[in-house]
């Protein structure tokens, strides 16, 4: 079972940037396709983008042109640029394959705040 470790989260202002990561336990990482999700204060969890194992990309609508997600597979590493971001987006950031598995298998997170 593939396990995550998220990292890069942070306190930012509204319009800074932030670079999240996530490292992969696990030699068929390579097979996956990974996405970032992100669960805000009283929120449900939601999938704001993914990327396959052959590198084909889709984000959710209000994230596109500011968030691009990319993989190192040499890595086993899955990022997640953050641009232009929203106080509306301060949440628990996670990453995990895309579906996901079940029974599901979730890292920590990393907590990403947008506050002036």
């Known amino acids: 079972q593939v396990q995550f470790v998220e990292s890069g989260g942070g306190l930012v202002q509204p319009g800074g940037s932030l670079r999240l990561s996530c490292a992969a336990s696990?030699?068929?990482?390579?097979?996956?396709?990974m996405g970032w999700y992100r669960q805000g204060p009283g929120k449900q969890r939601e999938l704001v983008a993914y990327?396959?194992?052959?590198?084909?990309?889709t984000y959710t609508d209000s994230v596109k042109d500011r968030l691009t997600v990319s993989r190192d597979n040499d890595k086993n590493t899955v990022y997640l640029q953050m641009n232009s971001l929203k106080p509306e987006e301060t949440a628990v950031y996670y990453c995990?394959?895309?579906?996901?598995?079940?029974?599901?298998?979730w890292g920590q997170g990393t907590q990403v705040t947008v506050s002036s």
């Open positions: 696990g030699r068929i990482f390579s097979f996956y396709a």
């Open positions: 990327i396959t194992s052959a590198g084909s990309i």
């Open positions: 995990n394959v895309v579906p996901i598995a079940s029974p599901p298998c």
